[in-house]
């Protein structure tokens, strides 16, 4: 595919720590989120926060993110939110680089 944007892990990170710091409204140090940092025991976001984190994802990379899809190990962990990215990712015939 000519033309097509490669999207990295760290591309998809930062998504996800831009999203968690404004949706918080605190200002956490972006550097000390991690791919191992639980986005809803440390770092504040509820139930509606996630449903918003997974909207974002899906507008920002062009996916489609189904609710048999989320549940809280998908969701809680931002390496385990990476990872379905990416599954979606390659779906749509994306290619997703490290």
């Keep these: 595919m000519t033309g097509t944007k490669k999207i990295t892990r760290g591309k998809i990170l930062l998504t ?3 999203f968690i710091e ?3 409204n605190e ?3 972006l550097a000390s989120i991690t791919e191992n940092s639980d986005v ?3 770092l504040g976001l509820d139930s509606i926060g996630v449903l918003y984190l997974i909207m974002s994802l899906e ?8 609710n048999d899809d989320i549940n ?3 969701v809680a962990v ?8 990416e599954s979606k990712l390659n779906e749509n015939h994306q290619s997703v680089e490290n």
Aim: charged fraction near 20%.
């Design 72 to 74: 809280y190990k998908t």
């Design 59 to 66: 507008r920002t990379f062009n996916i489609n993110i189904q």
């Design 40 to 42: 809803i025991k440390n």
């Design 78 to 85: 931002i390496e385990n939110l990476i990872s379905l990215v």
């Design 27 to 29: 200002n956490n140090n």
């Design 16 to 18: 996800i720590k831009e």
């Design 22 to 24: 404004m949706w918080v």
